[in-house]
């Protein structure tokens, strides 16, 4: 299974983002995604996550306003990002949980910058 995720840029405060992480493999329907981030020194953390039922869990830092959301038909999955703030700003990494096994894509940018 390979991840990439895209959609990654510089926004200024208050602006969207979508990002956007295509996967490769025949699992993607049955496997549960996620999108995490890591900003500059501070660990990984979870922002969002959809099960393969499509249940969706937030950090509390982003409830209301970014949205997680997965088209099994394109094996795809997105992240909607609104009202974004300057401590939006890290690196995101899609994510796939498969019965234990644990991928990870490359990461995509967000900055978020007056």
């Known amino acids: 299974v390979q991840l990439q995720a895209s959609g990654g840029g510089l926004v200024q405060p208050g602006g969207s983002l979508r990002l956007s992480c295509a996967a490769s493999g025949s699992i993607f329907s049955s496997a549960a995604m996620g999108w995490y981030r890591q900003a500059p020194g501070k660990q990984r953390e979870l922002v969002a996550a959809?099960?393969?039922?499509?249940?969706?869990n937030y950090a509390d830092s982003v409830k209301g306003r970014f949205t997680i959301s997965r088209d099994n038909a394109k094996n795809t999955v997105l992240l909607q990002m609104n009202s974004l703030k300057p401590e939006d700003t890290a690196v995101y990494y899609c994510?796939?949980?498969?019965?234990?096994?644990?991928?990870w894509g490359q990461g995509t940018l967000v900055t978020v910058s007056s």
């Open positions: 994510n796939q949980k498969y019965f234990g096994r644990n991928t």
């Open positions: 959809i099960t393969a039922g499509g249940n969706t």
